[in-house]
């Protein structure tokens, strides 16, 4: 079968990012009837419908979704190939979840722009995945297994978590002479399994906590937050906390972590892998993970409660 029209394969590509004829046609700078017509078309070369009609928006048929992922990638390369054409600044447009671009990301990519002057970088922060077929996005951060269909992964760092509290709170409750200290402690996410193998590999394989439903946040930020009001102590990734712990405004009474099996991700589509934007970025982002690396192998050694 021969190549579609371009000017439907571009109608399609906008019509699946935005999942409205409407906004594509915004876009694009048509009329929806003239976006519509070019559906229509490639519908009728493709033989079958590529999108449904919901109350809430489109939605893509199996054939559609056959075909949105290819069209998506080819576009980024032609994106890609002449997006140094233009007198405007390369924009790369990054995505990730809120504690990560609040508490590790933000106050880095100052430093990577003076770096790249060339670039213009904008910042999203969502806790759901990106769809870089629907959404204008070039890389996204991610928490997971490493494993996304269609997508290139490039580990940053793991899921480390140790008890955090602040300083008051501990001078109420202390000393804390063992692990086994913080079981009569209020636990903000209590129910969570980490709490369990945290203990466990420090000694205490057996423990007692009441499992009614306390203060639970998922957001790792809004948890900290938490935590500096007073409201009890949490598990918490001390690199997402670097700052409050090297000041003093937070305290890690000991400093062993309890390493999950998921960890943060760098992931984009392959098209997009020799971008050169893309590449200063991932490389940009390991030496920030090896630096910090240091610091937390440092940390690690000081002693908890005098720190």
Known sequence: MEIPPLAALRVFDAACRQLSFTRAAEMLGMTQAAVSYQIKLLEERLGGQLFLRKPKGLELTELGRRYAGPTSDAFDLLREAFSGQSDQPETMSISTMTTVGSNWLSHR???????????????????????????DIDVSLRYGMGKWDGLIAHELFPSELTPVMTPAYLEQHGPLRSPEDLIPLRWLNNTHRGWEEWLAMNGVPRYSCIFERRLELQAQSHLGRAVLAGDGIALLNPRFFRIELTT??????????WRGEKSYWLVYPPARRNRPAIKAFRRFLQDEVEAENRWLAEWQKTDALSA
Do not use: I, N, W, Y
């Open 109 to 135: 990519l100052g430093r990577f722009q003076m770096q790249h002057p060339e670039l213009a970088v904008r910042l999203e922060t969502d806790d759901k995945l990106t769809d870089f077929a629907r959404q």
């Open 248 to 257: 003093g405004t937070l305290v890690q009474p000991f400093r062993s972590c």
